[in-house]
C-alpha cells in the first residue's frame, strides 16, 4: 500500500515543477508580447506626419558635405532623425528588437549616408560615441540589402 505523505509529497512536488513550467511559459510570452509593443511604437514614430516629413525632406536632399547639410536641412529635422536611428540602433544591438524586422521597415543606411559628415562633425565636437548605434545599424543595413539583392537575382 502507498504510503499517504509519500503520495503528498509527490503531488507537492510535482505542482512546484508545473507552476515553474507555467511560470517559464508566461514570462516567455511577456518578453514576446513587450517586443511586438516597442516594434508597434517605433512603427508608430516612423509613420508619424511629422517624422515622415522629416524623413522626405533629408532623404530628398542632396547633401555633398557638412555645409551642404547645414544649408539645406533643419537642426531639428537632423537631429529627429539622427536620434530615432540612433535608439534604434541600440535597440538592435541589445537585441531588444528583431534587426530583419527593423531593417525591412527602414532604410537607415540612405539617412546615415546623408547625414554622415554632420555626425562626423557631432563626433569631433561633442563626443566621439555620437551615432554609434545609428552607423552600426546603417552597416547592418547594408549588409542585409546587399544579401537580399545576391538572394533575389537567383530567383
Known sequence: MVDVSLLLNVVATASIVLGALF???E??????DRRTELVMNVWSTFTDPDF???HCRIDGTECKDLKDIV???TRADILKLSQFYEGLGLLVRKRLVDPQLVLEMSYPRVIWAKL???MEDERLRV??????HFEYLAELDTQYK????AGLKGV
Do not use: H, N
Not at 514570462?27 to 514576446?32: P, Q
Not at 563626443?127 to 554609434?132: A, D, H, I, K, M
Open 23 to 25: 511560470a517559464v511559459a
Open 27 to 32: 514570462l516567455r510570452g511577456l518578453g514576446k
Open 52 to 54: 515622415a516629413e522629416a
Open 71 to 73: 544649408d539645406k536641412c
Open 116 to 118: 554622415k559628415p554632420w
Open 127 to 132: 563626443t566621439r560615441l555620437r551615432g554609434e
Open 146 to 149: 546587399t544579401r537580399r539583392l
